[in-house]
């Protein structure tokens, strides 16, 4: 096991016993083992250290001006990306997670070291803070540190933190405007930039249906949106995934989870032989990746766009919870149990080959008032089978702590002057924004009504339709699909 940093003064010690945990954690991530994120972690504390160093001399040395640099912890982070980084460039490669070094010989490495102005907002926006300032907000939003922790650190009154975090939010969103206004940008990004400015500035706003689809498939768009509405929720992954880059949404779901554990909040199961102890304490299990950060900051800032979105209230505090069971998770750092698959209905129904359905899901979806399914066919007699009028394939396209996005698609077999589309969540999620097509949702039980514009469709024709949605604990795909109230086979 390699040697741990030795701090050479009470300085240096200071920021050890605070940062140590913080840059293992990102170092575990970014290692196969955990001696080499123990290695990965010691050297890149010591690059860390000593760019602090060298900022501070430079700093005495210019009249007591400090050029812009991050706080402490998120440049420490940053040194352990440089240090994998010169690990893939020295042939150290094979030490490092496999979807770190493909992210590292990609052209997704080359934006936090490139151009200024190419670089992402949010890691421009917390440099142009002062830095005490910018520690407030990174160790409020990303460590999810409680309040009075936070004062004790940055010496602040314990009874004003709320205030002053208000306040340092409001002028990151103003230094994240700026710098988007500074990025290059093409003709069409530039046409949504000052509506993104006005909308982001009223919490109630509605988006405009436009707006909404190019955040759904712009990142640096889907990004700025993030930063300039800090309270819309976006801010934590907006910081984590724009200063660290590959990781950065695990890094914050883990830096969540220790937070939650310091409280005593959803402490985990103790290890055999070793009650009263957290296991994640006594053996440092490393949190199984899965897929989790296959490109993991270039998607999630998609989904990023989340925070534009009516949501009603969607809270970070569901951070904790367990991850999806059907999907390799963006942002959720450990694997779940697999849900089962309803069977499907047979001719003659029987107790072990029906479903049960979640409250509030029904098979048949009434006619909603004023619309009429003329061209689709009537459902075949009790007791005789029949080929299916439709077939839906659903899509998770991303997914983070506490939301995601999915596409639907639905072939029909008959054409149609109108239809609507319904279908059955199991774990409580709520769709909040939904395009081309309009949305209602009734408990569990979720109605995807036809545009204008796309309300006939020919026969053999494709329905498609995206929604943005939240969730809690798990988000196994939805089931029981109608297509105008009769039954959908899945594809």
Not at 98 to 107: A, K, M
Not at 180 to 189: E, G, I
Not at 221 to 244: D, F, H, M, N, T
Not at 424 to 451: C, E, H, I, L
Request: hydrophobic share 40%.
């Amino acid at each position: 096991m390699p040697d741990l940093p030795n701090p050479k003064d009470a300085a240096e010690a200071a920021l050890f016993s605070e940062c140590w945990d913080a840059v293992l954690s990102y170092a575990d991530l970014c290692t196969a083992g955990a001696t080499a994120a123990t290695q990965l972690a010691t050297e890149a504390f010591a690059l860390g250290i000593r760019e602090v160093r060298a900022a501070e001399t430079g700093g005495a040395r210019s009249n007591g001006r400090r050029s812009p640099r991050l706080p402490v912890i998120p440049l420490l982070l940053t040194a352990v990306r440089t240090t994998a980084a010169a690990w893939e460039a020295d042939g150290q490669g094979q030490d490092l997670d496999p979807d770190l070094r493909l992210w590292l010989n990609s052209e997704k490495a080359a934006r936090y070291t490139g151009p200024p102005l190419r670089r992402p907002i949010a890691l421009r926006g917390l440099r142009d803070l002062q830095e005490a300032d910018a520690a407030l907000l990174w160790l409020s939003e990303v460590e999810s540190l409680p309040r009075s922790v936070v004062a004790r650190r940055l010496g602040l009154d314990p009874a004003l933190v709320g205030e002053e975090l208000d306040q340092v939010r409001g002028l990151f969103r103003d230094r994240c405007h700026r710098n988007h206004l500074d990025t290059p940008m093409d003709a069409r990004c530039r046409s949504y930039a000052r509506l993104l400015d006005a909308i982001t500035r009223s919490p109630a706003a509605d988006i405009p249906p436009d707006l909404s689809r190019h955040l759904a498939t712009c990142v640096d768009c889907a990004e700025a949106a993030a930063c300039l509405r800090p309270q819309g929720g976006g801010l934590p992954a907006a910081l984590a995934g724009g200063v660290i880059g590959w990781g950065g949404l695990a890094y914050l779901e883990r830096r969540r989870r220790a937070a939650e554990v310091r409280l005593g909040v959803g402490r985990p199961e103790a290890a055999d032989g070793q009650s009263g102890e957290p296991k994640a304490v006594i053996d440092r299990a490393r949190v199984v990746r899965g897929g989790l950060l296959v490109a993991a900051v270039m998607v999630s800032l998609l989904a990023l766009a989340t925070s534009m979105m009516p949501f009603g209230g969607s809270d970070n505090e569901a951070a904790g919870s367990d991850a999806p069971t059907d999907s390799s998770p963006v942002a959720a750092p450990r694997p779940s149990l697999p849900s089962a698959t309803p069977t499907p209905k047979s001719a003659s129904p029987s107790p072990s080959a029906t479903p049960t359905k979640p409250e509030g899901a029904k098979h048949s979806d009434p006619e909603p008032q004023g619309t009429s399914d003329t061209t689709q066919s009537s459902a075949p007699d009790p007791g005789t089978s029949a080929p299916a009028t439709c077939k839906v394939a659903y899509h998770l396209d991303t997914q983070w702590t506490d939301g995601f996005q999915a596409t639907v698609t639905v072939t029909t077999a008959a054409a149609l002057d109108t239809w609507r589309v319904a279908w059955s969540f199991r774990d409580g999620q709520k769709v909040g924004q939904m395009w081309d097509a309009s949305v209602s949702q009734n408990g569990s039980r979720v109605t995807a009504t036809a545009a204008d514009y796309n309300k006939a469709v020919p026969a053999h024709g494709k329905i498609t339709f995206g929604f943005l949605g939240s969730w809690q604990g798990r988000n196994s795909s939805p089931y029981d699909f109608t297509l105008n109230g009769l039954d959908c086979a899945k594809s």
